[in-house]
């Protein structure tokens, strides 16, 4: 099984650039969310999905745009890249929430 | 404010040794407990806890729920290099229509051959 599949896994943008992380999961999990994570401020949640056509805020959800419009896909889109969005981004799918949560490989992103 | 917090933030021991990692929490309405190891990549899951008292065990590692004092340990027994890592400890809240996982910063834990 692939399970939490997120691409790229790398990538360098100009400030002012926009792209869209992708992240796919093949097990038909509900619940899908988007986390950065920086060095002393752990996993901070972006944005989450409850289902197909959910999703809400997490705790950092500016600059940041998501869509659930299948429940395999969840995007990311960064709408203006800016140097403070420079991070490492997982994907994260669950059955339900507060369940295991599978991870996707991870992004890392500098903008430069 | 919901809350997680993981002691000691990092920790360097010798092969063979036993670490006992530390997890507390404040939140809303706890639905689940859960333990992740990361190494340089994405965390993989180890336990998910959601009674007190009933450890949870896999292999070398074990953990423990106290929902009346609001903590969790993860003990690791026999320290191998491989256990070298950062272990993240996360809460579910359930807390109306703002349900989500609480994230601890973690512990850093070196294995020294």
């Known amino acids: 099984n692939a399970g939490v599949t997120q691409t790229p896994k790398f990538q360098v943008l100009k400030t002012g650039q926009s792209m869209t992380l992708q992240c796919a999961q093949d097990m038909n999990h509900e619940y899908m969310s988007w986390y950065r994570q920086d060095p002393g401020m752990g996993l901070r949640l972006i944005h989450y999905s409850v289902g197909a056509g959910i999703t809400d805020q997490g705790e950092v959800p500016n600059g940041y745009n998501v869509s659930r419009s299948t429940t395999e896909d969840f995007p990311l889109r960064l709408l203006s890249a800016a140097p403070s969005q420079t991070s490492v981004y997982f994907c994260?799918?669950?059955?339900?929430?507060?369940?295991?949560?599978?991870f996707g490989q991870g992004t890392r992103l500098t903008v430069v | 404010e919901d809350k997680v917090v993981q002691s000691p933030l990092s920790l360097v021991v010798h092969e063979g040794d036993t670490v006992t990692l530390n997890c507390s929490y404040e939140v809303t309405n706890f639905r689940s407990l859960l333990w992740y190891k990361q190494e340089k990549k994405a965390p993989t899951f180890l336990f998910m806890l959601t009674s007190s008292g009933i450890e949870k065990k896999s292999g070398r590692l074990s953990s423990i729920l106290d929902k009346k004092e609001l903590f969790s340990i993860l003990n690791i027994t026999a320290t191998q290099t491989g256990d070298s890592a950062v272990y993240l400890c996360a809460v579910g809240d359930n807390a109306g229509n703002n349900r989500k996982l609480i994230w601890g910063l973690g512990t850093s834990l070196a294995v020294n051959p």
């Open positions: 994260a799918s669950s059955y339900l929430l507060g369940t295991e949560a599978f």
